[in-house]
């Protein structure tokens, strides 16, 4: 299996965040199974922050950027708040951003 470890609310110039790495206080990462809740929603925010910024949209709040993409492919909304704390909405709303993005593609790489 693959691992990989992960110091949380540290990076290597001390200014918090994520750092990959080892050491004391690290995580592993697995590379199966579910992923971390506050991972899934980050990731999620970041694909739909790349989005809008193809837009010449700038969104720095994870929030904001979701609900901002959302209402621009005319997506329920209420799934931001939730997403951070409720595993099913943060699964939907990863896989709307996702469609969202894959929907810019051509149809044969869908």
Do not use: N
Not at 24 to 45: F, I, M, Q
Not at 46 to 71: N, Y
């Amino acid at each position: 299996m693959l691992t990989a470890h992960v110091t949380r609310g540290r990076r290597p110039d001390g200014a918090g965040g994520h750092a990959a790495g080892g050491g004391a206080g690290a995580e592993p990462l697995r590379a199966c199974g579910a992923p971390d809740l506050r991972a899934l929603y980050e990731v999620t925010a970041l694909l739909a922050k790349i989005q809008l910024r193809f837009s010449g949209i700038e969104c720095p709040s994870d929030s904001d950027a979701l609900t901002v993409l959302l209402d621009a492919i005319r997506q329920d909304t209420s799934l931001v708040p939730t997403a951070r704390t409720d595993r099913l909405d943060a699964e939907a709303l990863a896989r709307l951003v996702l469609q969202a993005w894959l929907d810019t593609l051509p149809g044969e790489t869908r």
